[in-house]
């Protein structure tokens, strides 16, 4: 099998680790950061299973094999890997590891530790739950001719590999401690990343200390980090007394103007109109009657005005930009006259609500009754979802839980409709469509459901290596899962935040989940 140009071109391009963008001034070393975490303590620090709640306080503890390059989103660089080469066939990725890396308990990490971790991701054992295990189906084995050689064998040729072996939840673990330690890594943190875990106080703080050990030369710069567990109105309050660096979440116009007005010109406004591939949706447990009925499904997510109910929560959130399956404004995005034409996205709504109630009594439910299970963080949305579906005659018990409850709950399936926001890192289809492949093999599929066309439809997307035809499939793609409604897709980020002046390394991102390990961030000095 030969493997087109354009893919061996994009593999060879990322062949080490991308050079630092020049900068107009040099890091110092020194100083905490200090930022707020909006989630409160996740039940297990276990990264297979980690959730946006474990990742920001865990990611500066741990390695990566390779890691998203913010400054050449999407592009990848090495981290663990000095340089990376791949087969003319595609078929086989060998990576050289960086000699001299050491864990936080002074331990050397080789091949074998990489191996390990990336088969428990791929290949979990009985009690570990990977949600990203479907992510890795193409991988054959992993083999380690010594250690510092890393070989990944393909069963197909996978154009987002690289992409997927660099996810945030790829962390590196240690093999001789996972075999001998139970409560590794679900409780127990140890890595070999930039910061070792100072404490951590469980609903207070989460401290780390820079790792002097650390093979990255200088790096980090930071002395330590502190992620603080307030709420979101707290962490307002600590950014305009200057508590804390900056928000890790979107901020409303409001929000940042009241930031602005008592910060003055200490700090700077980043990420207005940057739309990150973080979004939210409602899924549906296809599982329960009736919502294994897609008529019902389809009446559900026509009874959504997405424009206007945008305005809305432009007022209440940063996570109000209307799109589909795909992020708005990338590269697979539909116009939005285009997207206008797919259901749900229609402008008008008296139209679309009379389908839906159509829908509804044809399926024999004119006057259904739904329970919504809600997080903490998207009771709005909640409340948005729960009028929307009224105008259709549908009652919904909106429930607004505990996170870990939330999280068990969708795990279980004790719900008919969750909210839900899959914390993709990158906009490639093949990762953000992963949540939606067939239950059987993917424990992070919500919906529950299997469907074979699906499965079929995502894996031509994902072998299809012609930049104009995999856009075309992956719109085939998009419109199969609209119309089918396994999910309801409410609303993207925009990324707008506050941050402070002191702190250096930090560009305007497209992503949330980039430069999360912190080796590059720095304080610059106060000025006296």
Known sequence: MKISHALLAMWVAGMASSPALAQSEQPVRGGTLVIPVHFPDPPSFDCAAAGPSALFRISPHYSLL??????????????????????????????????NVKFHDGSPLTSTDVKVSLDRLRNPPPGVVSLRKAMFDDVEAIDTPDAQTLVVRLSKPNAAMLQQLAMPYACIYSAKLLASDPSYPTKKVMGSGPFKLERHVSGTEWVGTRFDDYFEPGKPYLDGFRALTVSSPAAINASMSGQVHYSLRALTVSEVERIKAARGDTVKVVGQNNVTPVRIWVAFNTTRPPLNDVRVRRALTLALDRWNGSKAMAGLTGINVVGGMVRPGSTFARSTAELEKELGFGRNMAEARAEARRLLAEAGHPNLKLSLVNGQGYSFLGVYVADQLRQIGVTVDHQVVDNPQWYARRLSGEFDLTTEAPPEYVDDP??????????????????????????????????????????????????????????????????????????????????????MELSDVWLRPEKK
């Open 430 to 515: 093949t990762v953000q469509f992963s949540m939606l492949t067939s239950y059987k093999n993917n424990p992070s599929n919500t919906t529950r459901a299997n469907d074979e066309q699906l499965d079929a439809l995502y894996e031509a997307q994902m072998r299809e290596v012609d930049p104009v035809k995999r856009r075309a499939r992956v719109h085939e793609l998009e419109s199969y899962v609209l119309n089918q409604a396994y999910v309801m897709p409410l609303f993207w980020q925009n990324w707008t935040r506050v941050i402070s002046n002191e702190v250096g390394g930090v560009p305007d991102m497209p992503s949330n989940f980039l430069k």
């Open 66 to 99: 390779l890691r998203v390059d913010a400054e050449r989103y999407p592009e990848v660089k090495g981290e663990l890997a000095k340089s990376w080469t791949v087969s003319p066939d595609g078929l086989t990725l060998t990576f050289k590891l960086h000699p």
